[in-house]
């Protein structure tokens, strides 16, 4: 084991040599441009070599550390049987008479341009609308107000995606909970088939961009390269067979919320959950599900911070203990405030 940390360390420090080789001084105004030009995107190539082989590394040490640290996931925690047809699947009936009821939870920081997109294409009879705000500065809100009067209106003054989505946990009445982003790259007419996958018995429905059926037209080649190393690692520590992690388009029973025990407050609450749900024995099911480009906007998305964030996440919840669970689903000091707003 020593042998082959050494052979690891041994890689970093050959490259930092190479990356960091002092160049010749430039002593013309024009030389010292064009090194400064050279410096910079050295240093980003730099960046992104750095986060390619720290994401390798740790796939290379994985099989030893899990020889140390052994874990079972029960078989019937996963079900990865390519998960759904979505042809078939869209016309579930998704309306409180004729089965689950359906919440869901849409996190919002500055979309006012894509929140109508979003509402407008939901899929009729929802058991409610929850619409989490983290403190837009445009007018989101008075879109979603005007678009749809009976949203649920969140306040959430904790700032990330993860606080975000506690909160509107916290809020739902309803059985299903559906997560869907406001940027206009996830399709709502696939809701009907994340509950469809809940109602067939499974816990979780996680969408999958890689199934047959499934697709995506935003994803870079740097976050494709650090998607691919972590869905290895999430693999290989929890003995799972997942074709996707880093999607946040995801559907689970309202009932699983106190074995999940959310605590994250960033982009890494979408990977706590499927590992979580690994622990906790949860019953989980792919579904292919199609990625579409940002309408407007730029994304909150960082890939270096939040992807550390994620490979932080699967390391710690695969070799602590059980914490004990976040009943609030809510970050502590934020100022929560939910307004029903039909009628108003």
């Not at 199934?211 to 995506?216: D, E, H, K, Q, V």
């Not at 730029?298 to 490979?311: E, I, K, Y």
């Amino acid at each position: 084991m020593a042998s082959v940390l050494a052979v690891e360390s041994q890689k970093f420090v050959v490259f930092s040599a190479v990356a960091h080789t002092p160049h010749a001084p430039v002593s013309s105004r024009t030389g010292r441009t064009a090194s400064g030009a050279r410096c910079k995107a050295f240093g980003k190539v730099d960046s992104v070599l750095s986060y390619y082989l720290h994401l390798q590394s740790v796939l290379f040490i994985t099989p030893f550390i899990l020889e140390l640290h052994p874990m079972a996931i029960s078989p019937m925690a996963l079900n990865l049987d390519g998960g759904l047809d979505l042809a078939n699947e869209r016309s579930v009936d998704i309306s409180p008479a004729g089965g689950s009821r359906v919440s869901v939870v849409i996190p919002t920081l500055n979309e006012e341009r894509n929140i109508g997109w979003v509402l407008e294409h939901l899929p009729p009879l929802l058991h409610e609308v929850i619409l989490v705000d983290g403190r837009s500065r445009d007018r989101t809100v008075e879109v979603a107000v005007a678009i749809r009067p009976d949203i649920v209106l969140v306040r959430e003054q904790t700032p990330g995606k993860g606080a975000a989505l506690r909160a509107g946990f916290a809020a739902t009445t309803g059985d299903v909970l559906v997560m869907l982003d406001a940027d206009c790259s996830m399709d709502p007419a696939e809701i009907p088939s994340f509950v469809a996958a809940i109602e067939a018995g499974a816990d979780v429905a996680k969408g999958s961009r890689f199934l047959a059926g499934g697709g995506t037209v935003d994803i870079s080649a740097l976050r494709q390269l650090g998607n691919g190393a972590l869905l290895r690692m999430t693999n290989l520590l929890y003995g799972a067979g997942f074709s996707e992690l880093c999607y946040g388009y995801m559907a689970f029973r309202r009932s699983s919320l106190m074995a999940l025990g959310l605590r994250s407050t960033g982009f890494e609450i979408e990977t706590e959950i499927v590992v979580r749900a690994l622990r906790a024995g949860l019953r989980i099911r792919e579904v292919p599900s199609f990625e579409a480009e940002r309408r407007f906007g730029v994304s909150n998305l960082r890939t270096f911070r939040d992807g550390w964030r994620v490979a932080r996440t699967v390391l710690s919840e695969r070799f602590t203990r059980e914490a004990t669970p976040d009943i609030t689903m809510v970050a502590a000091g934020s100022a929560l405030k939910t307004d029903s707003l039909s009628g108003s």
